[in-house]
Every structure is written in structure tokens, then in C-alpha cells.
């Protein structure tokens, strides 16, 4: 087939690649047209994976008309603060029966969101949408490193069409009808791969990053459930194990984060450096808002923002998540 792949970042370039490895002719839609270039006359990205070296059936573009123009399928993968401005830009573009799989991690902050919702409301609710998450460091996925990860529909033709696609030999993908449990996972995973990032900043061991880890899943669960998800994604792929790789790996810019928020770097400093977008740091905002909406308690994820954006100092957010009140560990 011919398949859009609409961002050319790090995890773009991966899915375009797994995307070539299996038979498909690419068209990877960069914003900055040296991106482009530097694909096309390289076969490479300059700016992420460089030293992986792309299959010649992906071609780049920075012109939207173009890159979509002829698309069996479009993989969308930008950040997902442009969810709504990316949509925009493809509204139109894009034909009616066409499946899109969105592949970004977030909740928009002026609506509470997540991007499928965000899609469905700028190009209408027949477009055939799904949504992809797991535990896929686009380091390793790129090189063909064995990995699994979900892709969720309301429509299981559409689940299963994007599944045959993707997956190959060292990229399992299943299925699920979950789209909102999937995609709400897939956005408090970051926050708290955050925390865990502060935790080992600050000195603290394995014990500390555990117990974030397992009461941050506590959060997601309960958010889930109450949003009207099923709590049992919260234990697959876009649950569980995005968080374990998002937490413990060296790969991972949100823990990477957490490590240098610590050190008393700010979030504008950090993406200025790293030239990459810190998901968490904008959904523990977001997520903040949907806990007062399904009166949910997010204790870690309150911490996170006060930490990402009202300039808590963090030595002093531990002694404020001991000092709660005891409970069972499942209410």
C-alpha cells in the first residue's frame, strides 16, 4: 500500500521504517523541508535516528497535499499539542474511507480531549480511526528489536486493518475496542515516568521508583474506570508495559526529564536542549483537569505539576505524598 506517515520525529521515523520493512511504499511528511531533503538524499534523518539507515521505499516530503495525496492509510505521529492543528491541515486532504491510526500521547488542554476526539470532531465521526500505544522506544524499534504494541477501534476492521499492516515477525500488534482506556493510559504514563525521573534524581533506589510505578497505575486504573474505559488496559501493553519501559529506560525523554527537573532545569530549557516535547509535562496539567472532572484522586500526578509548572522545589514533594492518609491498597 501506499501509507502517509504525517511526522518525521523520532517515533515517526521508526513506524515509516517498520512500515518499508513490511512491503509499503512510505511517504514521511516532515514540517522542515531539510528534514525532508536530508531523507531523500541520505536516507537518513538529520535530526532523529540519525544513525539508522531508512529503506529506499520511503521518500520525504514537507508539503501536506502531497504526502497524503495518494494514502491507502495515514500514520499520524506529531506531538500531541498539535492534534487539532494537524487534523486541520489534513481535513480535506484526506478521503472519507481512509483509516487513520494516531500514534501521539496526550490530552489537549482546552478541552480535555484525548486525540482521537479531537480528529473525530474536525473531520467528522464516519472516518475510519484508530489509535496505537505501547511499550516502543523508537531507538529500538527502528533496528528491529522485538516489541509488541496495541492498536485500538471502535471498528475491529479498522483494528485488524492497521494490525496486518504494522505488524510483523519483530513487531507484534494486538488489538483491542478500548480506544479511551488506551488513550488515557498512554498519556499518564509519561507523568509518571516523571516522577520516577525526580525520584532517581533526587538519589532515591529501585524501591521508590517501584512504588511510583505501581501506585501511578493505581491512578491510571481509577481514571480509566471513571472516564468510562476498562480498567483491564490499564495491565496490557498501553498500560503496563508502556509504563515500565517509559519509566526504566535510558530512551525515555520523560524520565530523562524527571532526571534534569530535579537538577533544577525547566521544562523550556530541557526541550530547547533536547529538541524534543515533553509529553508528560503537558498532560499533567490535563489530567489535573479530568481528575476534578470524574472526581478522581491523582495525588502523583498533582505532584508532578506542581513540580513541572508552579516551581515546587522537589525535596519537598516526598515528605507531602508520605504525610497522606493510609488506606487498603485497593479502594
Given amino acids: 500500500m501506499n501509507v502517509a506517515v504525517i511526522g518525521a520525529g523520532s517515533w515517526g521515523t521508526a513506524l515509516a521504517q517498520v512500515l518499508a520493512t513490511n512491503g509499503h511504499d512510505v511517504c514521511l511528511w516532515a514540517r522542515r523541508v531539510e528534514v525532508a531533503d536530508g531523507v531523500n538524499e541520505t536516507h537518513r534523518n538529520p535530526d532523529y535516528l540519525?544513525?539508522?539507515?531508512?529503506?529506499?521505499?520511503?521518500?520525504?516530503?514537507?508539503?501536506?497535499?502531497?504526502?497524503?495525496?495518494?494514502?491507502?492509510?495515514?500514520?499520524?505521529?506529531?506531538?500531541s499539542k498539535y492534534a487539532r492543528s494537524t487534523a486541520?491541515?489534513?481535513?480535506?486532504?484526506?478521503?472519507?474511507d481512509v483509516p487513520?491510526?494516531?500514534?501521539?500521547?496526550?490530552?489537549?488542554?482546552?478541552?480535555?480531549?484525548?486525540?482521537?476526539?479531537?480528529?473525530?470532531?474536525?473531520?467528522?465521526?464516519?472516518?475510519?480511526?484508530?489509535?496505537?500505544?505501547?511499550?516502543?522506544?523508537?531507538?529500538?524499534?527502528?533496528?528491529?528489536?522485538?516489541?509488541?504494541?496495541?492498536?485500538?477501534?471502535?471498528?475491529?476492521?479498522?483494528?485488524?486493518?492497521?494490525?496486518?499492516?504494522?505488524?510483523?515477525?519483530?513487531?507484534?500488534?494486538?488489538?483491542?475496542?478500548?480506544?479511551?482506556?488506551?488513550?488515557l493510559c498512554a498519556a499518564f504514563k509519561n507523568v509518571i515516568a516523571i516522577a520516577v525521573g525526580v525520584s532517581y534524581g533526587l538519589g532515591y533506589g529501585d524501591n521508590t521508583a517501584a512504588m511510583l510505578m505501581t501506585r501511578g497505575q493505581a491512578e491510571m486504573g481509577r481514571l480509566v474506570a471513571a472516564a468510562g474505559g476498562d480498567p483491564m488496559t490499564c495491565m496490557g501493553l498501553a498500560g503496563t508495559g508502556d509504563l515500565i519501559a517509559t519509566c526504566m529506560s535510558r530512551h525515555s525523554r520523560n524520565r530523562m526529564f524527571?532526571?534534569?527537573?530535579?537538577?533544577?532545569?525547566?521544562?523550556?530549557?530541557?526541550?530547547?536542549?533536547?529538541?524534543?516535547?515533553?509529553?508528560?509535562?503537558?498532560?499533567?496539567?490535563?489530567?489535573?483537569?479530568l481528575s476534578s472532572r470524574y472526581n478522581v484522586e491523582l495525588p502523583i500526578t498533582d505532584v508532578v505539576r506542581s513540580l513541572v509548572w508552579e516551581g515546587v522545589d522537589p525535596r519537598n514533594v516526598a515528605s507531602k505524598l508520605a504525610a497522606r492518609s493510609l488506606k487498603p491498597e485497593f479502594y
Avoid: W
Avoid at 88 to 96: H, K, N, R, T
Avoid at 128 to 148: D, F, K, M, Y
Avoid at 261 to 282: S, W
Fill in 50 to 79: 540519525k544513525d539508522a539507515v531508512l529503506s529506499d521505499r520511503i521518500v520525504a516530503t514537507d508539503d501536506m497535499a502531497q504526502a497524503l495525496g495518494n494514502a491507502d492509510a495515514v500514520v499520524v505521529v506529531t506531538p
Fill in 88 to 96: 486541520q491541515a489534513m481535513a480535506g486532504l484526506v478521503g472519507a
Fill in 100 to 183: 487513520i491510526v494516531l500514534c501521539m500521547k496526550g490530552v489537549e488542554a482546552q478541552t480535555g480531549m484525548v486525540p482521537v476526539e479531537v480528529f473525530r470532531d474536525v473531520m467528522g465521526s464516519n472516518q475510519p480511526l484508530a489509535v496505537l500505544s505501547g511499550p516502543n522506544h523508537a531507538e529500538e524499534v527502528v533496528q528491529g528489536v522485538p516489541a509488541a504494541t496495541v492498536v485500538a477501534s471502535e471498528s475491529s476492521k479498522t483494528a485488524r486493518f492497521f494490525q496486518e499492516m504494522l505488524a510483523s515477525p519483530a513487531f507484534r500488534v494486538y488489538t483491542s475496542d478500548d480506544v479511551l482506556g488506551v488513550e
Fill in 258 to 289: 524527571g532526571e534534569a527537573l530535579a537538577e533544577g532545569e525547566t521544562v523550556a530549557q530541557y526541550e530547547a536542549r533536547r529538541h524534543m516535547v515533553v509529553e508528560g509535562a503537558l498532560a499533567c496539567k490535563t489530567l489535573s483537569a
